[in-house]
């Protein structure tokens, strides 16, 4: 019977460095194989998805047809739009009076405190302005609205009138530029008139 060598400190050493590359070996295989389920597939798997998606009449046999929900894509619903809204009538701009106070006293109407007013209405094309004047009772007076015309690049309106010959009484009163167009109504902000005896 053959002698077997005993085993000496030295070649237990070589057989524990073995024994640990194959374990890290087996460790990098292990982290390889994790690496690439985590992303999803390895390049093989995601060529071979592509491949097989490419073309139905590619892969399949004329005596194996395709059935109908591989060869056509699905359909996305129709797309309707909605019907555009009108654009909404702008604030009215523009000088509302040319004087903040009026005395009824005053017999020539084109001086300072006389009773003519100039009325500036500034807004879109198509619309019509005109003014309307509130006293502080509650009271509404208004300035006959006209269609707006093109003026210094924008579309207005110059609106003369009398104090007088509307009849506003004495007292505050309040001002607005009213823009009307296709059923729609805008006011600018309130100008202070201040009527006088």
């Known amino acids: 019977m053959p002698k077997t060598k005993p085993i000496t400190p030295r070649s237990r050493l070589s057989l524990l460095q073995i024994r640990s590359i194959v ?17 999803g597939a390895s390049p093989t798997h995601n060529q ?8 139905p009449t590619a892969s399949s046999s004329p005596s194996n047809p395709p059935s109908a929900s591989t060869t056509s894509p699905p359909t996305s619903p129709a797309v ?29 109407p084109g001086t300072q405190y006389g009773s003519g007013m100039d009325s500036t209405c500034q807004t879109i094309a ?4 005109g003014i309307e004047l509130t006293s502080s009772t509650g009271q509404v007076k208004t300035v006959a609205a006209k269609q707006v015309v093109a003026m210094n690049g924008t579309y207005g309106v110059d609106l003369t009138w009398d104090v007088k010959v509307l009849n506003l009484s004495v007292g505050t009163w309040s001002a607005r530029a009213v823009a009307t167009k296709d059923g729609q109504t805008a006011k600018s ?9």
Do not use: M, Y
């Open 23 to 39: 374990a890290v070996v087996l460790l990098i295989l292990l982290s390889i194989v994790v690496w690439f389920s985590l992303r």
């Open 48 to 55: 071979l998805q592509t491949s097989s998606s490419v073309s």
């Open 80 to 108: 309707t739009s909605a019907p555009t809204p009108a654009t909404s009538l702008p604030t009215p701009t523009g000088q509302v009076l040319n004087k903040p106070e009026v005395h009824l006293s005053e017999s020539d």
């Open 126 to 129: 198509g619309a019509s302005c």
């Open 189 to 197: 902000n309130a100008w202070p008139l201040t009527v006088t005896q």
